[in-house]
């Protein structure tokens, strides 16, 4: 099966910047994940839409981060404005069941860096 | 704060040697247990997963659930220097995964 997809694989702004991230998850997945792994940490969870409904969003910084998954399919994710602290990769992740009980399958991500 | 603790390293562990990483969780309902490889600049990739208590045996992977203890573990035996990369314990909480800070594993040649 074909995995999860995201683009671009890499990005360099300025601060103060607007950009989007686009990921489509895996076939049938109802659950797809938005996360920012920034260097040397473990993934931050930052939005968890279950199909085109949002469940989590209690660590999205509303003021500048935004997400939609308007057909229960594809997602983006944008920043607007960017900061410096922004910097980070962004990890698109999918997976079949609400909850994740069976893991998660991770796109390749997209390394953003805010300058 | 559900959390889930893992030592940072570098672990570091001569190939062929047996490798032992740890992973502490805080939810005592916790009922699913990933271990995930991240190798530098990639994405996670799963590994292991274990949902009952004992040892699960995946080629030269084991992964140890000690709910009891709120503990579990990976064992790699027969360690190779392509087995170099972060180990990131992951635990099932209110319908989401809470992420250790991964560990670093060095196999030495």
């Known amino acids: 099966e074909a995995g999860v997809a995201q683009s671009p694989r890499y990005k360099i702004i300025e601060k103060r910047q607007s950009v989007a991230f686009w990921c489509n998850p895996i076939?049938?997945?109802?659950?797809l994940y938005w996360y920012q792994q920034i260097l040397g940490q473990g993934p931050k969870l930052l939005i968890q839409f279950q199909n085109n409904g949002v469940v989590d969003d209690s660590q999205l910084p509303k003021d500048r981060f935004s997400a939609e998954r308007l057909k229960g399919v594809d997602s983006t994710l944008k920043i607007q404005p960017a900061k410096l602290e922004d910097s980070a990769v962004y990890l698109c992740?999918?997976?079949?069941?609400?909850?994740?009980?069976?893991?998660?399958?991770f796109g390749s991500g997209t390394r953003l860096t805010v300058v | 704060q559900k959390e889930v603790e893992q030592n940072s390293g570098p672990l570091s562990v001569p190939e062929g040697a047996i490798a032992s990483l740890n992973c502490t969780y805080s939810?005592?309902?916790?009922?699913?247990f990933f271990w995930y490889r991240q190798y530098s600049g990639k994405s996670p990739e799963l590994i292991m997963s274990i949902y009952s208590n004992g040892d699960k045996e995946d080629g030269r992977f084991t992964a140890q659930l000690n709910k009891a203890s709120q503990y579990v573990s990976l064992l790699i035996r027969d360690s190779q220097p392509s087995d170099s990369a972060t180990y990131l314990c992951a635990v099932s909480s209110n319908y989401q995964l809470i992420w250790g800070a991964g560990t670093k594993l060095i196999i030495k040649p």
């Open positions: 992740a999918s997976s079949l069941n609400h909850g994740g009980g069976n893991g998660y399958t």
């Open positions: 939810d005592r309902v916790s009922q699913s």
């Open positions: 076939s049938g997945h109802a659950t």
